[in-house]
């Protein structure tokens, strides 16, 4: 087992169930976790679990039940996987956070090469839950598209707005600048591509853009939370974390997903704090 601990974030190299154990009673404002897709693959940095319901059952219950333990009554998890498993995880979910606590079927549609012979699945889902009905949420926007700005080409009292006619009156509706209010389907933020510089310096089969970290952390934690990830991979979410004046902690049972994380939470403490 590693161990690093420093005023800023906590990550250790361990099963996930053993180390949120650790872990206090409502002490985590936000939970994201990027977890095991239940494909039956070996990928280069980890090996997936099969896509069988008991071993998911198994697998996911008690981990599930102690996210609901740590976390605050006032926050918010996000577990993203593909359409294998996201069916049982949401009858997981509803079981122990309760149906009502469910907020959204994030749709991630990344984009892609389509295949020529079927329908191609281009997109995953990220499951959204609070613990009770008071929470935090940061509205967050999508940029404006060009084709969205020349809709907003009418001045009224020197600001942009767009028309719309109903009957014989036109109605306008000022324009937000920071763009427009985010739904529950992301397709401005796509994958990594293997020349991109994030995918370079870092180098993990399944790591996410920290575009997507940024508008999940943004949204449902505020700074000085405590953000936590339980599959931590790549160390994504403690890289933003961190550079949002958010705590961290995470955990991840592979070798290499902790020395590469810890060494990308080391250069960014040193960065920006």
């Given amino acids: 087992m590693k161990d690093i601990k420093t005023e800023k974030y906590w990550i250790r190299q361990q099963d996930n169930l053993e180390f949120m154990k650790e872990i206090e009673s409502n002490s985590i404002d936000l939970i994201y976790s990027d977890i095991l897709y239940g494909t039956g693959r070996n990928f280069k940095d980890y090996q997936d679990l099969k896509c069988d319901r008991k071993i998911i059952e198994e697998h996911y219950i008690p981990r599930i039940k102690e996210m609901h333990r740590i976390l605050k009554p006032t926050g918010t998890i996000y577990l993203q996987m593909d359409t294998k498993i996201n069916h049982w995880i949401r009858c997981i979910m509803d079981d122990i956070f309760g149906y009502n606590n469910f907020k959204?079927?994030?749709?991630?549609?990344?984009?892609?090469?389509?295949?020529?012979?079927?329908?191609?699945?281009?997109?995953?889902?990220?499951?959204?839950?609070?613990?009770?009905?008071?929470?935090?949420?940061?509205?967050?926007?999508?940029?404006?598209?060009?084709?969205?700005?020349?809709?907003?080409?009418?001045?009224?009292?020197?600001?942009?707005?767009?028309?719309?006619?109903?009957?014989?009156?036109?109605?306008?509706?000022?324009?937000?600048?920071?763009?427009t209010n985010i739904t529950s389907v992301w397709s401005d933020i796509g994958l990594l591509t293997p020349s991109s510089k994030e995918r370079k310096t870092v180098d993990y089969a399944t790591q996410k853009p920290k575009e997507l970290l940024e508008r999940i952390i943004k949204a449902s934690s505020n700074e000085g939370d405590t953000v936590a990830d339980f599959y931590m991979g790549s160390?994504?979410?403690?890289?933003?974390?961190?550079?949002?004046?958010?705590k961290f902690i995470g955990c991840d049972i592979g070798d290499k997903a902790f020395e590469i994380s810890s060494n990308r939470l080391k250069i960014t403490l040193d960065k920006y704090l």
């Fill in 104 to 179: 959204n079927e994030i749709v991630w549609d990344y984009g892609g090469q389509s295949i020529k012979t079927d329908i191609s699945n281009k997109h995953d889902l990220i499951l959204r839950y609070t613990k009770s009905n008071k929470y935090t949420y940061n509205t967050q926007y999508k940029p404006h598209t060009e084709r969205s700005k020349k809709e907003y080409r009418h001045l009224v009292d020197g600001k942009m707005c767009a028309r719309t006619k109903r009957g014989d009156k036109f109605y306008y509706s000022p324009l937000n600048e920071e763009g």
């Fill in 235 to 246: 160390g994504t979410t403690g890289d933003v974390a961190l550079e949002l004046g958010r």
